[in-house]
Structure formats: C-alpha cells, structure tokens
C-alpha cells in the first residue's frame, strides 16, 4: 500500500512540472491554464445533449493551438481565448465534434451536442486495426466500453466479459486474483489444440502463455496468463468477434475467436489527471457440507463414535481467512493538436482467501501520439512495464494443496494444535512439521505447513514496447484515398519461479530429509511486424454512389521461449532448508535438470476487399496465405484461407417515404451472412527431428513417434447469417446470429504397438461441428425526468458434436485401415473422459459402479458389504457432457442525476460437474452425508440397510463418478454496484469524484452442485467441470474511488 501512494503522488508531482512545462504557468497543481501571457477574450457557458443533460469531461479546444479546457461535472466550461482566434471545437466521445465562433468576449454560453446518427452506422475496430463501418460487416460485432470493464473492476478484465457478451463462455480461474481465465467463444472446435480465443491489443496479436496447465489428480499449481497482466484502466474499448469470419485476417490463432483491445491514447486539451483506487475483501463463495458430530476413534479417518454434545466442533471454513485486493490508479492525459500523450502507473496487490496465497503487480504505461506534415505523418509508440509476483497459487489437487488438509482433518481433534505446524527439534537443530496424524491416501499434511513451508513463487519482469507509423500516401480528393502503415511490437519477459519443501514435507513429494528445491529460470519473446496499404474510392455507377476499398499486407511473427531448471531433493548430508541449486542432489534419480527451448515463426500475406453500393450492399473479400514454422519439411509449407460476407442494410433499401412511415417502429435493419476457412498448424516438431533428455538413464534419445509423411493443416469452416436491428426510434436493440463450424483434418496422437519400433503415430482425421444460436437484446428507458433504466439481455446457445473421429484411417506401417470407436483424453478414478462419434468434446464417462447381480441391483455379499467392479467388455456409462447447452446474462443500469446503480445475473444451461472432493470426504467419514447415513442407521440399498463405512469408503475410495456427478446448471447474481458522483461545485470546482460500492458473486440463487461449476482449474480442454480440493471461488465486496482533476 505504502508503495502504491508513493507511486501515485510520484506521477502526480510529474504531472504538475508537466502542466508547468508544456501549458505555461498554472495557478497551482490543477489550476486553470494562462497562456504566454498575451491578450484573451474569456468564454463560458455550459454543454448539454439533445435533452438537456449536462456532459461533463467534454473537450473544449482553441483551435489551431493547444489552448484547451474539460467541462466540469455540471457541463459548465471557461475558457481564455487569444484575440487572434475566433474558432472553439467541442469534442465528447458518442457525439459529432461541433465548432462555433466566438470574436468577443461572452458568457451564458448554451452548447447542444448531437448525438452520431446511429451507433450502427458508426465506425469500429476490425482485424489489424482496420475501421470499417459497422453497418457493412457481415459478421457478429459486439463492443464494450472501458466503464463497462471498470464499474466492477475485476484484476483480470476478461472475467468483467461474463455475461456481457454473447455466444462467449468464461470461466474463472478457481486460483482467484491472476490466474488464466478460460474464454471459449461458439464452442470447443480442436481436439488437441487449444479452443481459447485470441487478444489483440491495438491490432497486435498478444502472446498469451500459461505458466502452468492443471491436469487434475496429484498436482495443479496455479497458472497466470499474458492477457491477465494488462491494466484495465489503459483500456479504451472492446470489440468481440465471436466468429472465424471476423477474425480471418488475423491469422490461425483467430480460428476461436478474439477479443479485439483498444487501449488509451492522450487527449487534445490542458492536463487531466485520473485516480481511483479500489479496495475489494473476499470470502469463500460455495464450500462443501461437512459433519461436525462423529469423531475418529484415534485414527486417520472420522469413522468413531458421536462426539459429546459439549465438544468443540471443528469447521473447515476456519481455515480460511478474508482475502483483499488493493488497486490504485494514476493517469495523465494532454496535449496538443500536433501531440497527445498519455501515462499511468497502477499497483494491484491482494492476499487469497487461502494462507500465505498472495499476488502484487505493478504497470507503467507510456504512449505518445504525433502528427507531423500537415497531419500526413503519424507517429504512435507506447511503452508499457510490468512487475509480478505471486507466491503460493494453487488450483486443485492432491499434493502441496493445504485443502487437502483442512477438509479431512480428523474430526474430534483439536484443530487450535493445528495452528502450530511446526516445532522445533533440538537434535537436528531445525523446526518440524507438527503433524501426528499421517499422510492417509491422500498424501495429508498440516494445512499451514503446507502453506508456509511448500512455498512455490513465480515472478515475472514485461516489458512491451510498439511503434506504429502511417503516411498518407495520397489524398486527391474527398472520395480517394491512400495511406500505408506499418507496425512492430517487441513483447518480452523474464520469469523466475521456486519451488522450496522443507525438511520433514511428506516423502511422496521427494523431499529428503533435509528438503527438495526447484528453480527455473526462464525468457519468452515475440516480435510482432506488419505494414499495410490501405486504399479507398468513391465514384458514381449511374446514380449510384460506389466505393471501393481494398487491404494489402504482410506480417512476421516470431516467437521464442527458452528456459533452463534444476530441480531435486537436497543432499542428505547438505545443510537442511538451505534453498540452493549447490545443495541439490545432483545425481539423485529424483534430481531433473534440462534445458528447453522452440523457436515458432509465421510469415504471412493477406488482403481484403469490399465493395459497397450506394449505402446499403456490401460485399467483402478476405485472403490470408501463412507459412508456418510447424509446417517445415512438410511438402504442405504454407496454407490460403479466405472468406467471403455480404451485408444489406434493408431499411436504406426502402423508398423515403415508407422509410418515414416505418421510422418510428423500424429504425435500422442489417442482414448478413459470411463464410471463412481458416487454417491451423499442428505443433511444432511433428515434421522436424527432435531429440529429449532422459533423466532417469541421463542420455539423449529420438523422438518416439512414427516418421511423418504428408501433413495438412487443421481447417476451420465457419458459415453464419444474421441480423441487427434498432426499433422504436433506436430505443430498442435486437440482434441474433446462426452459425455453423466444421473443424476438420484434426492431428491426433495415438498410441500403437511397441514391436514397429515406435510408441506413437499421428493420425489427421475427425471432424467437430458446432451449432448455435447468438442473441443480444437492449432496451433504453427513460422512465421520468432525469431517470433512465437501461436494460441488456445476452443468450448463447451451442450444440458440439463429433461428426467423425478415426474412421478408415490407413496404416502407414501396415498399410490396412483402422478405425477408433473412442478415445480416451483423461481419467480419474472411474472417471474418463472419452470422444466418440455422435458425442461432444466435453463427454465423460464411468468405467465401474457397485458390483451388481444378474437383475441389475447392487451385490449384497454375506456380510452385508458392497464391492466395486469394473464394466466388463471395455464398456463405459455415459454421465454427460461438461459443456453448457446454454449462457445467459441480464444486466440492468439505473440512473437518477448522480446517482447509478445497477445489477446483472448470469446463467448457465445444461452440462455436468463432477466433485471428486466429495469422494474424499465420503471416504474420510467427513462429509454431510456420511453423518446423516450413520443417524438414519445405514445407507439402504435393495430395501437393506448397508453399513455407512462399508458403503461411502467403497463409493469415495474407488472414485465412482456416477454418484458425485451434479447438473452444472446455475443462476447468480454476479455483480452489483451503487453509484454517486459528487456535485464539483461541492469540491470548490476542483475535481470531480465519484464513489462507489461494488460486489461480485453476491448470491448463488440456483445450483445444485457442490462447487462452483463455472470455476475451472486449468485453460486445457480436459479437465474442466471437474472438481478435486478445488479452492473454492470467492464472493467479493469493495469500495471504488475515482477522481478527476
């Protein structure tokens, strides 16, 4: 906290020698602007829209200099004009920039800005930075404004898009502030490859790795991701482009979709300065249901008697402390005409709801924007600088994850002892893990000295620079254009992450007894280039208006990532608990050493052309060619994909007068429809020979899989027609989109017979299709004077289905076909998940349930025991599919004067979720249900009661997933706010400030799950929906400030 103030009142003090230097004299800090002390003519008067309502923050601009004032909170505006200038430009974001003239002196001034015609008709940000008139896409567009992301800020801003946006599923992180966010735009398509959709900030595509990837059972650190580093407060606006149509430009990472991120450029006008600062506290949001009343007869296990009605229950919610989160923000915005700069510093630092879990970053962004010969040239380079560290981030698992612990603590047990997790031992002269109770089949420790004595810490040094020009080439008239631009970013980081178990952790994580320690060191790199011709014209066809704009480019991206770790028990006879890699055992079998490294490069060219007739017939053509790095010595080195989309705006079709007759009930009507085939490398070293070290032989040897032949790249085929609509004079908004995606040519690994040689071969087949439907609906009201209720629905449905799998495959060894009815992606306990012709990506299954007799009921055997038996003949029972049918999100704006407040509720539709905690917790007798059994006498099965023990160690113990698979359907209320922005003439017309209270996760109103099923532990494709000592989500509510000088 302390160096977030530092920081803020550093910036500020900046701030002020800037004002000082670049506007002339001030009358303090902020105070108003004196210009070169020559003769002015004062102008005031007040801004207001179309209906009266004051706008404060418009920018009021002398111009032909850099004379320049906001309006305040109330509209009003005063401005010292020099003699020799008669001309004021007021701009404001959403409304026409208007000029008027002023030659003397004058006061009571009324300024009504107008509103832009219509939103649909306005410009927005497509692939590479191209704008393009919304009107003449023939794609799903869906944009969202930076307060927006802000009114309920969340550390990571893609988790503030739940909800907000159609046809997207997000997912959070279940290792709460940082960590990667799983984002799947119109369903799962790969089933290999990642089916996260792509971030692009400011036409640059980010590179967004995951520094770790959960995979279920034993062990799931915590993962962050590029993406969660950026500072939600540089960001300008949004656009979503759901569909590959959109996204064909941009390359193979767009087949999923991307998130399109215009950030924050300085603004025309005297200094502004913005802070806010927000202070969130967090609490477990969904825990499991324990039992407090039997205890565990000195084992391990809570199979005992009924504890005294007197004895002191133990609740695992204990364990878990009130987590914080502390953001402060500090901007400045100005310039001049010619020059425009802006800057900010933030600091983010939050502690988890876990122990000793905590998370600090820190940014520093720099951007200047200048426009030299007569506004031909342009010049826009930014720096941005980012400090993160994070200690102790963990997702789920078994081992080195302090639930485990917690919840399975013996019951009757004192959990105050817990407390002291460790004593001192005078004859090795080091403090040990106080725990008496064993590591049971969960490999058990002292949840606080896993906490603070299995410390695993990651930080992470980025740093990106850009740097973008554009000339206008030629410019002969209002109706021809030409311009060129080119762009190269520099995306680099420096990690540092250890891992350090002291003396006495469990065994089962080679800890010897003086301890265990890992360090990596590791650099990821990317550079990003392109340059891009842009070329526009306007001419007559008959008495049709036609233009004609056509895209040429070509872009490098070259990404490297290298990193080189030690990691192993520490010597026997070393020093314990001394964290260094000379005390790593180094010829320890255990010891891993090794270095990694890969190096991917992609060349492309691509272009687009669009045709539009007189207003309201588009037709757009896109082509991309890549040559991938993943397709060398592969006789397929590069592959095209184009795209194709029409957009008519029927209502400009109509005649003037129907137009008029229809107006008030029909404002706009836009029909599209487009199709896009976008291509996709497989992964890297498939064509090329690569060789891995083996630890455990410590020599090199061949990669193991058969020699490929001739490869393809994955093909995304994507179709979607839809319509966007405005109706009731622009009041009410309705879109809708149907789309269809076939991904085929898929590379698939798969195992094959050791005697050719080999382990692996890879097959290219299969193919995933996915329908849905994407709706959005708005409502503005104006309820009575100054009131307004603003009202947006968003539903998202999908259907995935394997259309093919394996099917005819030709053995290159053996030259016969193959086929494969399924394959199996993961597994836990019985659980698989397993693809099959007809089913879904998201599909699992059981492999075993009780042993059951000829008539299919559950086996008694003669001491009144139930067993467990696998399915014969390889058959699995189907649970479901992890994935929702359907997602939905209603949120509601109210407004009266200064005062804001609103709410959104999210839902999900359909799917499952599996809770192997449950199984744990059955099988240590700690569970809700163990302890309602024994009260009921037993568990009946068959009309008999079964004994409780027998029944849930059996059913918790072997993991039988039929019995802790839950429907994954939910509503929430996901966030609220409570708005009030002081009057400035309350604060002597110094600042403006707005104060807010802010939740997220207020209240589950519908689940039936156990946990929270939107939570995931990891960004892969085969492990969501599942539930294994998961840390649990969290409920938040803080207190937001925001103030403008």
Not at 175 to 182: E, N, P, Q, R, V
Not at 540 to 568: C, H, M, P, W
Not at 1006 to 1025: H, I, K, L, M
């Amino acid at each position: 906290m302390q160096e977030a103030v530092r920081l803020g009142f550093l910036t500020i003090l900046v701030g002020g020698f800037w004002t000082n230097s670049v506007y002339g004299k001030t009358d303090g800090l902020f105070g108003k602007t004196t210009v070169f002390q020559q003769q002015t003519k004062k102008v005031s008067g007040v801004v207001t829209d179309a209906n009266g309502e004051p706008l404060p923050g418009v920018n009021i601009i002398v111009k032909g200099t850099s004379v320049g004032v906001t309006s305040d909170f109330d509209g009003n505006f005063e401005i010292n004009v020099p003699n020799d200038k008669t001309e004021l430009v007021f701009s404001y974001i959403g409304f026409k920039e208007q000029t008027i003239k002023v030659s003397k002196s004058q006061s009571g001034l009324k300024i009504v800005l107008q509103e832009e015609v219509m939103e649909l008709e306005g410009t927005v940000v497509t692939a590479l930075g191209i704008k393009r008139q919304e009107k003449a896409l023939s794609y799903n567009v869906q944009q969202v404004n930076s307060e927006e992301l802000t009114k309920v800020k969340d550390a990571n801003f893609v988790n503030s898009l739940n909800g907000k946006v159609a046809g997207v599923t997000i997912q959070r992180s279940s290792s709460g502030i940082g960590g990667a966010t799983k984002v799947v735009m119109r369903g799962a398509k790969s089933i290999e490859k990642s089916n996260n959709a792509l971030y692009v900030i400011d036409g640059v595509p980010l590179f967004s790795t995951t520094m770790a990837q959960g995979s279920g059972r034993f062990q799931s650190s915590g993962s962050t991701e590029g993406i969660a580093d950026i500072n939600p407060e540089d960001i300008e606006s949004m656009t979503v482009l759901t569909g590959a149509s959109a996204a064909a430009l941009y390359g193979s990472a767009a087949a999923n979709g991307a998130i399109l991120i215009t950030t924050k450029k300085g603004k025309e006008g005297k200094l502004q300065v913005s802070f806010s600062s927000n202070t969130e506290v967090s609490t477990p949001f969904i825990l499991p249901e324990f039992q407090n009343t039997y205890g565990n007869d000195g084992r391990v296990e809570s199979w005992g008697a009924k504890l005294p009605a007197d004895f002191e229950r133990y609740n695992p919610k204990d364990f878990f402390r009130t987590g914080y989160t502390l953001t402060n923000n500090v901007s400045l915005s100005g310039g001049s005409q010619k020059n425009q700069t802006y800057f900010s510093a933030s600091s983010t630092q939050a502690e988890g709801i876990v122990p000793n879990n905590q998370y600090n970053r820190y940014n520093f962004t720099f951007r200047n924007t200048a426009h030299l010969l007569d506004d031909k040239l342009k010049i826009d380079a930014s720096v941005n600088y980012i400090l993160q560290d994070h200690r102790n981030m963990v997702n789920q698992g078994e081992y080195m994850n302090p639930l485990v612990g917690a919840y399975l603590l013996p019951r009757g047990e004192n959990f105050e002892s817990v407390h002291t997790f460790e004593r001192y031992n005078p004859a090795r002269k080091i403090y040990e893990q106080e725990w008496r109770y064993g590591t049971g089949d969960y490999t058990l420790q002292n949840p606080y000295w896993v906490a603070y004595r299995n410390l695993r810490d990651v930080k992470r040094e980025r740093n990106m620079v850009a740097l973008g020009i554009s000339y206008d080439l030629k410019k002969w008239s209002e109706t021809e254009k030409w311009d060129i631009a080119g762009r190269v970013r520099t995306d680099n980081s420096h990690i540092k992450s250890t891992d350090k178990r002291y003396a006495t952790t469990a065994p089962t994580l080679d800890v010897s007894k003086t301890g265990y320690f890992g360090l990596l060191k590791g650099t990821e790199r990317q550079t990003y280039a392109d340059v891009l011709t842009n070329f526009s014209k306007r001419f007559k066809f008959g008495e049709k208006d036609v233009v004609i704009t056509a895209n040429l480019g070509a872009s490098l991206q070259d990404t490297r990532y290298d990193d080189s770790q030690i990691a192993g028990p520490l010597r026997e006879n070393g020093i314990p608990n001394v964290f260094n890699t000379f005390n790593v055992e180094q010829g320890a079998q255990k010891t891993r050493i090794g270095q990694v490294g890969w190096i991917e490069q992609t060349q492309s060219i691509f272009g687009s052309v669009e045709a539009g007739y007189n207003g309201y017939l588009y037709l757009t053509l896109t082509g991309r060619n890549d040559w991938a790095s993943q397709l060398a010595n592969s006789p397929n080195s590069s592959f095209f994909y184009p795209s194709v989309g029409l957009s008519a705006v029927v209502t400009d079709m109509l005649s003037v007068d129907t137009k008029t007759k229809i107006s008030p009930i029909l404002s706009f009507m836009k029909v599209r429809l487009a199709f896009s085939s976008v291509g996709s490398p497989f992964d890297r070293s498939l064509t090329t020979p690569t060789y891995t070290f083996d630890q455990d032989s410590k020599t090199w040897k061949t990669v193991s899989h058969f020699p490929i032949g001739e490869l393809f790249p994955e093909r995304t085929n994507s179709y979607e027609v839809g319509i966007a609509s405005k109706w009731l004079k622009g009041k009410l908004t309705l879109d809708a989109t149907f789309y269809q995606t076939n991904t085929k040519n898929q590379t698939i690994g798969s195992e094959i017979s050791p005697s050719t040689g080999y382990d692996k071969i890879y097959l290219q087949t299969g193919d995933v299709r996915n329908r849905g439907i994407e709706l959005g609906l708005g409502y503005d009201f104006q309820l009575i004077k100054d009131f307004n209720w603003n009202s947006h629905f968003t539903m998202g449905y999908n259907k995935n289905e394997i259309m093919s799998l394996v099917e005819d495959y030709v053995n290159p060894i053996t030259g016969e076909k193959e086929g494969k009815e399924h394959l199996v992606k993961n597994s836990f306990g019985s659980l698989r998940y397993i693809l099959k012709k007809g089913g879904s990506l998201g599909d699992v299954y059981s492999n075993a349930d009780f042993t059951r007799n000829s008539d299919g009921n559950i086996y008694i055997d003669a001491k009144g025991n139930v067993t467990k038996s696998e399915f014969a003949n390889g058959h699995f029972e189907k649970l479901g599919s992890v994935l929702p049918d359907v997602t939905m999100g209603w949120r509601n704006d109210f407004s009266y004067k200064n005062l804001s407040f609103g709410a959104m509720l999210s839902a999900r539709l359909g799917g499952v979720a599996i809770s192997m905690t449950e199984a744990a917790l059955d099988h240590y007798g700690v569970s809700k249900a163990s302890a309602e059994a024994r009260d009921a006498g037993g568990v009946y099965v068959n009309g008999f009661p079964i004994n409780a023990k027998n029944y849930f160690e059996e059913r918790g113990k072997n993991r039988l997933a039929q019995y802790y698979t839950y429907s994954a359907t939910n509503v929430r209320l996901q966030e609220a706010y409570i708005s009030y922005k002081l009057p400035k003439k309350l604060l002597n017309d110094s600042m403006g400030l707005t104060i807010s209270v802010i939740g997220r996760n207020l209240a589950m109103l519908y689940s039936e799950a156990p946990f929270d099923p939107e939570s995931v532990s990891s960004t892969g494709n085969y492990v969501q929906g599942l539930d294994y000592f998961m840390i649990p989500s969290q409920r938040s509510i803080g207190l937001s400030i925001k103030a403008d000088f």
